[in-house]
Each structure stands twice: as structure tokens, then as C-alpha cells.
């Protein structure tokens, strides 16, 4: 998660001594007139032009690639291998069937499929036949795929032949899409009538998690989707040669990016198994010959550049990024930002001359950038001064599916400062999208990150509203009299985030400094993950006497980060269930469970491995993983452990199985060496 501002910060102008007039007094902003004549001049000179749109629809554009290059290679998957041509076939074929099953323009069709060459023809399939796709990720709980599709109120689903029990619990009406469905010559059938192609029509529609605790769906047409790849491949070198790893899970809207991008290119699109994927992602890599990915930093913390020499592009993006972070891959890394709300990607910083520097959000490419008060977005600020991110252009979408108050929110047409423009610079109407991200002007007009100006947070790249996980955990935990969510980010540089839950319970006895740990029973876990995805389920409980105020009567979450945070050993934990029998402390002796134990003590943050140390120090207690607070990306960090240091590949599954132990796995890996 990127920081959070003081007060005083986003009062105030950058603190690095620099502001836009300061060698002139009388050209400084002042309280009635917020920004000066020059830096309002030096602001249009930059946003002068908004960036032409895309008149095309993004499967027209792929069709462009499956004429001119036909045999060449489009999709590189773990189940099968498709050109141009074969893609661009069985897509139109799939179109014209849907056509017959009563797929209309704009009609939203989910699709649930395990990573695999058919989500690609399904999702242009999708497109030929006018309609919208959303993609669904099979492993979300099942309530809130239930409420995706029931927001999308949807008659037809398409599936995999893995995922058509779970598609068939969703949707009454499902297809179901693979070999055999194509087998039954259903693209060799002669061409349907398909829609004209309409740029303005809907492309898709992606999910993201909402304050009333039921995921926001954000539209994206095909002149947002089309103007935006077409601005942005070639920033990122995109060409013919370009091998793109599809890593992201189908929750994130970046696989759809990762998808077009590449196919608009005329590149391959190499998709890994599911399992490859999170076990053993640098071998898969190098087996599927990608020579570009795009990663969260805390995924690409676990890989190393000498393990991919054929990787020319690493993309990070989705969570705070550190000088850490860059450094390893210098010379071959970007960085990119983008609200779903407005493509996956609308800023890159494609030319640092440093690793610091990099880590600047960058330049609008696709949209022009605006920096305004965060209280009223009619007041624009100077460089230096942190305030409200606004973006313009054709990427922004049309808004909320279904919720025409929260649309009218977060998107704006005309505010006063764009119609009146500048000297020598003339207004203009525009349409714009309030991302709710606090950033700043540097010097050079490129965007610095500084935090949000709402309860939104960032977990494994993936959007939180604190509001939905406050909701649930409320739900779930029966004693919980007030819930209060934060994401808490250790003070060693680069460290994962993890996601608190502070509990108010009345009458519970509390520790003299009212802050006390909390294990919730086990009913209310399995509740919590039953509603909520794993990215949002929190890692860590505390019970808490009172929580902190604000001098004007509201919850103050930056003191209650602080002391999440600075959790001090000296506080005891307060269990919520019975206490269980411990047994026999890990030593050293004891192998592979010590490494195996090391290792995870090593993730957990500070809190966590108080709890796990035992015997004074020398030894471990013997704990189950995944409630530990051990997130997916520690997994993964674990399993590739496992694989280079006792040559075992241990299923992530396995992993993220609540009943799996320390002890558990060293004997798991313990028989895998003796099988092999």
C-alpha cells in the first residue's frame, strides 16, 4: 500500500524546498487565489492537448493482426497453442453462436475459466457477438461471484469444462467452451450475420471492491479500451516479438489488459497452468519463452534476474513501488498506474534517469492529469501542493454498472477551471474521473504518489474498501461491538502489507495499554473466507479498549496504524477461543521442519513471530500456515523455498489449506524425497 499523509503535508506544498514562484513573492498563490497566473500557464502547457480517441472497437484492431500476419503465433498456453488465424476462426465461430443464443449489443456474459488458451477466444468471441464479457476468477468465494453475476443480470454464461459446475451453480443457462465444443464443427458452420462493430459499445466490465460491501462494477467501452492500447504499446515496446506472461489472476483487470495489449501488437500471449503459475513461476517463465510481465512488486520480489535471462520487460505496477524494487531490473523495468475505471493502465513512467525517480507514478499516456483540492474539485493546485488526481481523456469509462449516485460522484464534466483554461490557452468541455488518489506535480510535470483521500487501500495490488472488510468482519465475529479496518505497512522498506481489524468489545478485560491481539475461533474464519476473497480477509486481530478520536469526533486511522504498527511485545494476546494443548517446540535438531519453520518466521511480521518463537528463543512452535496470517505471495515465497532447497514442489493448494502445519508439511516434503 503506498503511505499515508499527514495532515500537515496535504495542507501544505511539497516539503523538498521547491514551489513554482518562490523567487517571486507576488506571483505566490495565496488563500483567496489558490494558484498563481504562471503555474496555472506551466499546468495547461501540459495538459494542453487531450489525446485523440480511438475510433475503432478493439476485436476489429485484432482482426487487422489475424489478416496481416496469419500464421503467426497469438496464444502459447499450458493446453494448447493458437495462430492468428485459428484464434480469429474459432472466435467468430463462438460469436455466432452466442449470436443464436441471444447474445445483443452491450449484454454482459460472465466467463469462468482456470487459466487456459479458451478465455482468449471467449473474451474476442464475446466481442464479435456485440457483446460485453466479465471475467470471473473460479477461485473467489462463491457468494461474491454470485453477486457479480447477479449485478451483470445476465442470462448466459460461458465456461470451461473444469469450471462448469461452479458456472452452473451461477447461471441456469451455460456453455461451455473447449475442444469438444469445437470438435462438433461449430466453427466450421457458415458465417452468422454479426453486429456492426460500434466503438462506443461496451468492451467489459470489471469488479472491484465497494463501501456498501457489494463489488462496484466499473464499464469500460472499446473507444476507452482501443485509445488506450493504441497510446500505450508502443511506450512499452510492445511488438510482433513480444512474449507476454500472462500472470495476473482473472480478478485483476490487468490480465484483460496483458491480453489486448498483446494480440493488438501482433505478440503471443503465454499462459501458464494455474499451478505453474504460483509454484514455480520463474521455471514457467523461462519454459513458455516470455520475454515480458507484468508483476506487483511483491511478486517480483521473488524472482531474480538471473534466473530470466530472456526477460527484456518487467511492468510493475498495483502497489507501492521501492528503490528496492527497481534497482534488480534496471534497464529492462517500468512502472504503470491506472484506476479500473479508466483502463487498467492511463500513467507510466517510461523514462526515469534514476531508480528514484522511477518510482514516481510518471506521465498520463492516453489521459492528461490534473491535481486539484480534495474538497472541492473546482479549485485547481499548483505544482508541489498534494491534492485530488484527476484524469481526462478517452480512456475514462462511463462509470458504475448499475448505480448512477456513485457515477455522478467520481465522474465530472466541466469543472470551472477547465471551461475557463489559461492565457494563450483557450477552455474546453471535458469529462473526468475523480481517482481519489492524493499525488503532487514534481518539477518536471510528472506525478508523485503521496495516499488516498478515502478508506481505500491497496493489498497484493488488488483495490480493499476498508468499509466492505469492517462489514464482514462485523458479520462474522459475533463479539465484535465496533470494527475498524487498516492496512498496516512494517517499517522495513519493501515489506508485504498486512490487513488489521481492530475489535471493540464490551466487557472484554484489555491489557493496561488497551491494544491486546486476537485470535478469532475458527467459525469465523471459515465465515469470512466464505464471504470475502482472500486478499480481503484480514491477516491480523486486535481488540481494542477505545479507539482513538480526531479533535472533530471521527476515528483516527493514522494513530491507529501507529500503534498496529508499533506493536510492542510487551502486549499479550487475547484469545477469543479456547487454548489448545501446545506441542513440542521445533529445534534445530529437528529437520526439515526447523528450516521449513525459519523460513516462515522470517515472513510473519513482528507480531507473528513473537508468537512463534519458543524454547527461549531457540525453537518454534509448531503452527498452522495459512491462518498465520501468511498471505498467497508468502506461499508462493515458501513453495519456491521448498523447490530450491529440498528439489520438492508442494502444491500452493496445499499450502492454503488451513489445516496444513509446519509439521504437516516437513512431512510432506520428507515423503516426496523418499518417493522420488
Known sequence: MEPHSSEAE??????????????????APTKEEPITQRDLDKIWRWNSIVPEAEERCVHDMIQYQAQARPSAPAVCAWDGNLTYHELDRLATGLAGQLVDLGVKPNMLVPLCFEKSMWTTVAMLGVMKAGGAFVLLDPSLPGQRLQCMVREANTSLLVSSAGEHALASKLCPKTLVVDHGYFRDDVDSQPTRSLPDSDPNSIIYVVFTSGTTGTPKGAIITHKSSSSGLRHQIAGLGYTAESRVYDFAAYSFDISIYNALTTLLAGGCLCVPKEQDRKSTLAGSINSLRANTISLTPSVARLLSPADLLDLKTMILGGEAIHVGDIEPWWGRVFTAYGPSECTPTSMMNLGPSSPEEACRLGRGVGVVTWVVDQHDHNSLLPPGCVG????????????????????AAAFIDDPTWLLRGSSGQSGRRGRLYKTGDLVKYAEDGSLVFVGRNDSQVKIRGQRVELGEVERAVQDC?????????EALVPAKDG????????????????????????????????????????????????????????????????RLREMGESFSETMTEKPLEESTEVDAPILESEQPAFALAQKVAAMLPPWRQRDMTANGGSGYEDICLFPSGLDSINMMALAYFIAQQFQVEIDLEVLMDPST????LAGLVTDSQAAS
Open 10 to 27: 496535504l495542507q501544505q506544498p511539497a516539503a523538498n524546498g521547491w514551489l513554482s514562484g518562490q523567487d517571486d513573492l507576488s506571483a
Open 388 to 407: 485530488e488526481l484527476l484524469l481526462e481523456g478517452p480512456l475514462v469509462g462511463l462509470g458504475y454498472l448499475n448505480d448512477p449516485k456513485k457515477t
Open 477 to 485: 465475529v459475533s463479539v465484535a461491538s465496533q470494527v475498524v479496518a
Open 495 to 558: 515489506s508485504s502489507t498486512s490487513l488489521a481489524a481492530f475489535i471493540r468489545m464490551d466487557g472484554l478485560a484489555m491489557a493496561e495499554s488497551g491494544l491486546s491481539m486476537l485470535s478469532i475461533n475458527k467459525d469465523s474464519q471459515k465465515k469470512l473466507e466464505e464471504l470475502l476473497p482472500s486478499y480481503m480477509v484480514p491477516t491480523v486481530f486486535f481488540s481494542i479498549r477505545e479507539f482513538p478520536m480526531t479533535p472533530t469526533g471521527k476515528t483516527d486511522r493514522r
Open 661 to 664: 502445519s509446519i509439521r504437516g
